[in-house]
């Protein structure tokens, strides 16, 4: 008995491994290969997985030899994996095919409807741990100790199911140990060695995307400018230090932008495309990995590129240029170059359309500027020269000097384009203005400027301040029959500047200071276009933690503020 029991324990072992070298490499062939990244399979996955382990099982009945009119297997091995790696359903898939086969292949055996039942109940057991354990069940300890458990069961079940007992006694005695043995540990081999596998792709994927991310974040500098000669050149010198490929290329779509490495002889910069498979992805827009110089179509007879990742690159839609990798018979480009040069064309797609969103940007900034000076200069130059008018003839050096802050005040108001401007010329944008208006309402116009020495030559955004101060003129302390107070406060704190302009004026509610601030109501008008210029454009320049604070009580003033980073004119 102890022969049959080594010779068997033998054969079980040698089948095992090849039954586990043919799933490896059936597994990496099939879609299941993504659970390297996932881990977890998609649903549409799991009727896969239960299909592949359930053939895996029915092959595992055949693994050892028929003992005593029964089949000594390797079906444990399967079903054990099976539900460990893909949960419930699967182990109970596989459990069901590989278990239903056993009973099928002989429905009279002694041994048919134990072993079967026995099997299927493996697969939903290790599926039942898969849960338990929330997915973290690819682990050779786990299938260890459920190959022993469901080993065990299997062969009391045999022992108390199958008649007559005197020959199931006689078939456990010599199957109990090799398969309690081969099935344990080959699961556990099994399972560590999927285990190893997917943690292996996973390094190799995350070492990919963080391949892809460091190329990105260095080019982004670059592509931001749009795809030009020197855009490209720096863009393909980052992918030629980061990538081992033989050349890297950055065409337009009539022209060579840069090229790097084997072939620069005859792949000029500034000439035209020499490649037919080049012309071919720009017209139809389909990336290509082409294997030799044939497909590639280079018009030199001895370039000496043999095969090429050609990806186009995108913008709005339009395809505007290609990206491409070569490679030559000392440097062969594989799959992984492939994906790698299709997301780095991706990643540039966008960072070239970024530019057209950052140029419609400024383009909108510059106008709500020229819609805020028209809305500004009419109204305000036609009010100053009245007052100046009625100056000329009693006091004319008072008319003089208001003409000279008139004059300072357009050209500094006309000449901003909405970029940035030294605080102390913002301010002197404020003097001026209120000049103007405490030389139109006399003593009902009071103000107060306060700036914290050393921040004069600090820059804020150009053409904010002022109307700010203007809207606490016109709209809080005229509105009171005496006037009042506006006072400006500029202050440094924490790498910021502060500034708040409060007037101690008529003052809104709650309600009103919101719809002045999104344009609502009454407020949605040209009147009121200063206030919620400042808030947009505080937002796009330095993000909402920057933007416009309004507090306000009727009949207690107004206090508007806003921080912007410091920053100095040099």
Not at 129 to 142: E, I, K, P, T
Request: net charge positive; aromatic share 6%; charged share 20%.
């Amino acid at each position: 008995m102890t022969y049959h029991i080594l010779n068997l324990l033998l054969t079980l072992i040698e089948r095992f491994g090849a039954m586990l070298a043919m799933g490896l490499f059936v597994l990496s062939l099939t879609p299941v290969g993504r659970l390297g990244v996932i881990r977890k399979p998609e649903p549409r996955y799991r009727l896969l997985l239960a299909l592949i382990f359930g053939c895996f099982g029915i092959l595992g009945t055949y693994g050892g030899d028929v003992v005593f009119e029964s089949y000594a297997n390797l079906r444990g091995v399967s079903v054990i994996t099976a539900g460990l790696l893909g949960g419930p359903s699967v182990g109970f898939g596989a459990g069901l095919i590989a278990g239903g086969h056993r009973y099928l292949i002989d429905p009279g055996g002694f041994s048919s409807l134990p072993c079967g039942l026995a099997t299927f109940l493996e697969g939903c057991f290790a599926g039942w741990v898969h849960r338990r354990l929330r997915g973290n069940s690819l682990n050779w300890r786990v299938a260890l100790w459920v190959g022993l458990v469901g080993e065990t069961v299997h062969q009391l079940m045999v022992l108390t199911m199958a008649k007559p007992f005197e020959q199931a006694l006689e078939l456990v005695k010599v199957i109990t140990i090799p398969m309690i043995t081969v099935n344990t540990f080959g699961a556990v081999l099994f399972v560590q060695s999927l285990h190893m596998l997917f943690e292996y792709r996973s390094r190799r994927d995350s070492s990919r995307i963080h391949q892809i991310l460091d190329i990105a974040n260095k080019t982004v500098g670059h592509l931001r400018s749009g795809l030009n000669r020197d855009s490209a050149r720096a863009t393909a010198s980052i992918i030629w230090e980061r990538v081992p490929v033989a050349a890297v290329d950055i065409a337009d779509t009539t022209k060579v932008l840069a090229h790097i490495g084997a072939g620069d002889d005859h792949h000029e910069i500034g000439k035209g495309l020499r490649t037919q498979a080049t012309r071919k992805v720009l017209r139809t827009g389909v990336p290509m990995f082409l294997r030799n110089r044939e497909a590639i179509g280079c018009d030199v007879p001895h370039c000496p590129l043999s095969s090429a990742v050609i990806v186009p690159m995108r913008k709005g839609g339009r395809i505007v240029g290609a990206l491409k990798l070569y490679g030559t018979e000392d440097v062969r480009l594989d799959e992984v170059h492939f994906e790698l040069a299709k997301g780095l064309a991706d990643l540039f797609s966008t960072q070239l359309e970024l530019e057209d969103i950052q140029i419609k940007n400024q383009l909108l900034a510059r106008a709500e500027i020229r819609r805020l000076q028209a809305q500004i200069n009419p109204h305000f130059l036609f009010n100053a020269l009245n007052t100046i008018g009625s100056f000329c003839r009693t006091k004319p050096e008072r008319a003089r000097s208001l003409l000279s802050e008139l004059a300072l005040f357009m050209r500094r108001n006309l000449a901003s384009d909405g970029s940035f401007a030294p605080l102390e010329s913002e301010l002197e944008q404020v003097r001026s203005y209120l000049e103007i208006e405490k030389a139109r309402f006399g003593e009902r116009i009071q103000s107060e400027v306060r700036v914290q020495p050393g921040l004069e030559d600090c820059i804020i955004p150009a053409l904010i301040i002022q109307p700010l101060v203007e809207n606490g003129v016109k709209h809080g302390i005229l509105g009171r029959e005496q006037g009042g107070v506006v006072r400006l406060d500029i202050t440094g704190e924490n790498g910021l500047v502060r500034v708040q302009v409060e007037d101690d004026g008529v003052g809104m509610t709650g309600a009103h200071v919101r719809s002045l601030l999104e344009g609502e109501g009454e407020y949605a008008g040209d009147d009121h276009i200063g206030v919620r210029n400042c808030k947009n454009r505080l937002e796009q320049m330095f993000g909402p933690e920057h933007s416009l604070r309004i507090d306000s009580l009727p009949g207690r003033g107004t206090t508007v503020s806003f921080t912007v980073p410091r920053r100095s004119v040099n």
